[in-house]
C-alpha cells in the first residue's frame, strides 16, 4: 500500500495485541510507536514489531510507560526515576531494532507518563534533557500546544506535535480522562468528522462544544480503541485525500 500523507499517522503498538492485528494496523500508518517492557511489551513483540514496521516503510518509534495498571491512571515520578525508565526502555527497542537493521525515529511517552510529564515543567525539562542527552537524533511526538512541545520548540529539539483522531477532549485543551464517558470515539463517523476537523481546519471539537486551535504534524489512533483497523483505513483515506488535493493546489501555483 502506498501511504501518500501530508500529516503523519502514528499507533500504540505491541501492548499484547494479536499479532494479525498490529500488522492490519502496520498496513495504514506510518509511525509506530512500540511498547518496550515497561506497562507492556517483551523482546517477541518488539521484534515482531521492528520487522513489521521494516517491512511496511513505518517510522519505528520507542513508547515507555510505567509498569502496572497498563501504564494508565494518575502517577507520581520524580526526574531521577523518570530518566530510569527512559534509559532503560528506550535503550532496549534501540538495540533490538539496530539488531533488526532499523533505526528509531522518534520517543513517544505512554499513558500516564505522558501525562505526568505535560503537567510538570521540572519534568518535562528532564524528559527533553533525557532525550537530547542519550538521544540526540530522536523526535519527539508530544500533545499540541502543551507543554513538551513548547519547551521542545524553544530548546531546539525537533517536535511532532499531536492530535487525537479517537479521544475526546476537554475545553482546557487536555484529554477527556479515560474513565470518563465518551472518552474514547469508537463510532467510525465521529473519528471520520475530527481527523478531517483537524487536517482541514487545524481544529477540534470538545466534549462540550468548543472550538480548539490545534497543531498537528501526526495524529495518533490507538490500537486498542474498538475497530481500530477499520478506524485506521477510514483515517488514512481521508490523510490521502487531503495529500492530493494539498499537491493539486501547489501544482496550480
Not at 172 to 190: I, Q
Request: hydrophobic residues 40%; charged residues 20%.
Amino acid at each position: 500500500m502506498t501511504k501518500n500523507y501530508r500529516i503523519d499517522l502514528n499507533c500504540d503498538l505491541g501492548e499484547g495485541e494479536p499479532l494479525a492485528h498490529t500488522r492490519a494496523l502496520m498496513n495504514q500508518i506510518t509511525s509506530a510507536n512500540v511498547a518496550c517492557g515497561g506497562h507492556a511489551g517483551g523482546l517477541r513483540s518488539m521484534l515482531a514489531c521492528v520487522e513489521l514496521a521494516k517491512r511496511h516503510d513505518v517510522r519505528l518509534g520507542a513508547h515507555p510507560g510505567q509498569p502496572g495498571n497498563f501504564g494508565r491512571g494518575a502517577i507520581r515520578i520524580n526526574g531521577d526515576d523518570l530518566e530510569m525508565v527512559l534509559v532503560q526502555q528506550v535503550s532496549t527497542l534501540a538495540t533490538i531494532a539496530w539488531w533488526g537493521g532499523v533505526l528509531l525515529h522518534h520517543v513517544k511517552l505512554h499513558g500516564a507518563l505522558y501525562h505526568a510529564v505535560e503537567n510538570s515543567s521540572e519534568l518535562a525539562r528532564r524528559y527533553l534533557d533525557v532525550v537530547s542527552r542519550y538521544w540526540p537524533r530522536l523526535r519527539v511526538y508530544a500533545v499540541s500546544g502543551g507543554l513538551v512541545a513548547r519547551f521542545a520548540s524553544a530548546a531546539g529539539i525537533e517536535v511532532w506535535q499531536e492530535a487525537f483522531a479517537d479521544r475526546a477532549y476537554e475545553n482546557s485543551g487536555k484529554l477527556a480522562p479515560r474513565a470518563s464517558a465518551g472518552a474514547v470515539l469508537t463510532k467510525l463517523n465521529a473519528v471520520l468528522d475530527q481527523t478531517k476537523s483537524i487536517v482541514q481546519n487545524g481544529e477540534v471539537t470538545s466534549s462540550r462544544g468548543k472550538r480548539l486551535r490545534v497543531s498537528a504534524q501526526t495524529i495518533c489512533l490507538h490500537s486498542d480503541t474498538p475497530g481500530a483497523v477499520r478506524l485506521a483505513k477510514g483515517v488514512a483515506e481521508i490523510l490521502t485525500v487531503q495529500a492530493n488535493c494539498d499537491g493539486n493546489r501547489t501544482a496550480a501555483r
